[in-house]
């Protein structure tokens, strides 16, 4: 009787550190997920469209192991315009930053 709890609290023990683990790490993506919807979902310049979207995200991603121990996120529109360079950069540059959200944000 003492082996089957003695198994029965290691195998509980295990379950609750994987639900934790996978807890952790998938937070960070749902809140990557988050901040990149910002992107996507603010309007396009005029005469453009929207070729393809992008969003990836993890620790260490950009610059090869020195980020401080940061969740770094990159978003990514590539767009088909008949606009210039500096007009297209002019009009992001015109929005209002995009929230960073929170894990209170998420839930």
């Known amino acids: ?4 709890l003695r198994v029965s609290s290691i195998a509980l023990f295990v379950i609750v550190i994987s ?3 996978y807890r952790g ?3 960070n ?7 990149a919807q910002n992107l996507f979902e603010y309007p396009i310049p005029p005469e453009t469209s929207l070729i393809t979207k992008h ?10 192991g020195g980020s401080g121990g940061y969740w770094n996120v ?6 088909r315009t008949s606009l ?6 002019n009009y992001y540059k015109r929005a209002e930053p995009f929230p ?3 894990v209170r944000s998420l839930a």
């Open 1 to 4: 009787m003492k082996k089957i």
């Open 74 to 79: 990159v978003a990514i529109m590539e767009l």
């Open 84 to 89: 210039t360079r500096e007009e297209v950069i």
């Open 25 to 27: 790490s998938t937070n």
């Open 100 to 102: 960073s959200p929170t």
């Open 55 to 64: 969003q990836f995200n993890g620790k260490n991603f950009l610059d090869g």
């Open 19 to 21: 639900f934790l683990i």
């Open 29 to 35: 993506d749902r809140i990557s997920a988050k901040f």
